[in-house]
C-alpha cells in the first residue's frame, strides 16, 4: 500500500553522481567504508522519513510516496529535480584583500560565510545567494573566485534506496524523532508515554550534558505536535537522585 502524507519510514540509501559513479552518502556502513566516506563516531543507520515533511528531495519523497515495505527502488533525479543547474554568476570574483579584512584566509578550498561576505558582493548577485557558505576555486593577481553554488548543483543524482520499515506506534514514533535529533543517545534509553493530548518524555542521565540539548528538547517538541496532531503538550522530565550511600 503506498504510503500516505504523515507516514513514519526507515529508509537505507546509498546517493551517487550518475556522471561519475562516486559516492556522495550513504546510510550503509560497509558502502561508506568502500567508498572511503566511514567517520568515526557516525552512526549508519536507517533513516527517518516522514512523508510529507521535507526531509528529503522531493523528486526522492515522490518516489518513496509509491514504495512500500521492504521494496527497492533506483531513483534518477536530474539537476533540475535535485540542486539544480549551475549558475556561473555565482562564482564570484572577489579582492583577495577584502577577504582577509573579513578574516577569510585566499585559500583554494577554504570555507567562505557568504553572511560574512554579503557587503562585499555585486549588488545584483547579493539576493541570488541563498547557500550559507561558498569555496574559493581559486586564487590569483591578487583575486579570489568563490562558488557559491551547491556542490552538487548542475548533477544528475541517483539514489539506491530500500524501505525498511513503517513506524506506527505512538511510542516509537516519538523515539524516532528523539533519535532523530540526538542520534548518539540511546532512544530505547528515553522513557516515553503518550496520552491522548500529552507526550511525557523522562530524559535518561546520559543525554543531561549532551551538546545542544536545550535545542533537541524545542525541536523535539516541535516535530511531536507536527506530525502527531492530537498533542498539545510536550513535558520533559530530568531526575537528578541521591546516590547510594
Do not use: C
Not at 11 to 40: M, P
Amino acid at each position: 500500500m503506498p504510503f500516505q502524507e504523515g507516514d513514519f519510514v526507515l529508509i537505507d540509501y546509498t546517493l551517487r553522481v550518475k556522471e561519475t559513479g562516486q559516492v556522495i552518502d550513504t546510510t550503509l556502513e560497509e558502502v561508506a567504508e568502500e567508498a572511503g566516506l566511514h567517520r568515526a563516531g557516525e552512526v549508519y543507520e536507517p533513516m527517518l522519513v516522514v512523508i510529507g515533511a521535507g526531509w528529503v528531495l522531493e523528486g526522492l519523497e515522490k518516489r518513496l510516496r509509491e514504495m512500500d515495505v521492504g521494496q527497492e527502488a533506483t531513483v534518477e533525479l536530474p539537476p533540475e529535480e535535485a540542486y539544480g543547474p549551475r549558475d556561473p554568476e555565482k562564482v564570484v570574483r572577489l579582492l583577495a584583500r577584502r577577504l582577509s579584512e573579513k578574516g577569510v584566509r585566499p585559500r583554494v578550498g577554504e570555507r567562505v560565510m557568504t553572511e560574512l561576505v554579503r557587503d562585499i558582493l555585486p549588488e545584483h548577485i547579493r539576493s541570488r545567494i541563498n547557500r550559507p557558505w561558498g569555496i574559493i576555486r581559486a586564487v590569483g593577481s591578487g583575486r579570489v573566485h568563490v562558488d557559491f553554488n551547491h556542490p552538487l548543483a548542475g548533477k544528475t543524482l541517483v539514489y539506491e534506496v530500500v524501505v525498511r520499515r513503517k513506524i506506527e506506534d505512538p511510542v516509537e514514533k516519538v523515539r524516532a524523532l528523539i533519535h532523530r535529533r540526538l542520534p548518539l543517545v540511546s532512544a530505547e534509553d528515553f522513557e516515553v508515554e503518550v496520552g491522548e493530548r500529552e507526550v511525557v518524555i523522562k530524559v535518561p542521565e546520559e543525554a543531561f550534558y549532551a551538546e545542544g540539548l536545550q535545542l533537541m528538547k524545542r525541536g523535539v517538541a516541535s516535530d511531536v505536535m507536527r506530525f502527531m496532531p492530537d498533542i498539545e503538550l510536550v513535558r520533559f522530565v530530568e531526575e537528578f537522585r541521591k546516590p547510594s550511600a
